[in-house]
C-alpha cells in the first residue's frame, strides 16, 4: 500500500475526525475507533486487517495512537488527487444519501443513528456531545454546512 502525501485540506479533514475521537483532549485516541474513522472516511478493513495496521502504527503498544500515528495510519487511505472540491462533493453525497427530501438538513436522531451505525459502541453520551457540538445553533437539525464544519474542521 503506498502512502499519499496529504495536502492542508485533508490534513484538516484527518485532524477534524481526530479531535472527534479525542474527547478528552488527551492528544490520542484509542486504537478502538480508527476502523470507524476509517469507515467514515470510506474505507472498511476487516478486523484482521485493522489489527495488523493498529499493530504497525501503535508503536508503544499503548492502545492508543498520538495524532502523528493516526496521520502515517490515514495516509494509505487518502486518495492522493483529493481536492476540497472533490471531499465537498463526496460528503455531500453521504449528506444527501439522508436528506431524503432534500430538506437540506437531517434530524439530529438521524445523525445520532448514523453514527450508531458506523461504531455502536459509542456510548450515548459521546453521541451527545457530538451532536452539541455539530448542532451549534441548536436547532435540532444538522444542515450540511454544519455537518461539512465537523468533517472538515472547517
Known amino acids: 500500500m503506498e502512502k499519499t502525501?496529504?495536502?492542508?485540506d485533508q490534513l484538516k479533514v484527518l485532524k477534524a475526525s481526530f479531535d472527534a475521537f479525542d474527547k478528552?483532549?488527551?492528544?490520542?485516541?484509542p486504537t478502538d475507533v480508527v476502523g470507524t474513522i476509517l469507515e467514515?472516511?470510506?474505507?472498511?478493513?476487516?478486523?484482521?486487517?485493522?489489527?495488523?495496521?493498529?499493530?504497525?502504527?501503535?508503536?508503544?503498544?499503548?492502545?492508543?495512537?498520538?495524532?502523528n500515528e493516526f496521520v502515517q495510519l490515514a495516509s494509505n487511505?487518502?486518495?492522493?488527487?483529493?481536492?476540497?472540491?472533490?471531499?465537498?462533493k463526496e460528503l455531500r453525497e453521504v449528506f444527501m444519501m439522508y436528506d431524503k427530501e432534500a430538506k437540506g438538513f437531517i434530524p439530529?436522531?438521524?445523525?445520532?443513528?448514523?453514527?450508531?451505525?458506523?461504531?455502536?459502541?459509542?456510548?450515548?453520551?459521546?453521541?451527545?456531545?457530538?451532536?452539541?457540538?455539530?448542532?451549534?445553533?441548536?436547532s435540532g437539525t444538522v444542515d450540511f454546512e454544519e455537518f461539512m464544519e465537523v468533517m472538515t474542521g472547517e
Open 108 to 138: 439530529v436522531d438521524s445523525f445520532k443513528q448514523i453514527l450508531r451505525e458506523l461504531d455502536g459502541a459509542v456510548p450515548e453520551e459521546e453521541l451527545d456531545d457530538i451532536v452539541d457540538e455539530i448542532d451549534a445553533d441548536g
Open 5 to 8: 502525501e496529504l495536502s492542508k
Open 40 to 67: 467514515l472516511l470510506g474505507h472498511t478493513l476487516s478486523e484482521e486487517e485493522l489489527e495488523d495496521v493498529i499493530d504497525e502504527y501503535d508503536e508503544d503498544e499503548s492502545g492508543q495512537l498520538e495524532f
Open 77 to 88: 487511505y487518502v486518495e492522493p488527487e483529493e481536492d476540497y472540491d472533490a471531499l465537498r
Open 24 to 29: 478528552d483532549k488527551t492528544g490520542s485516541i
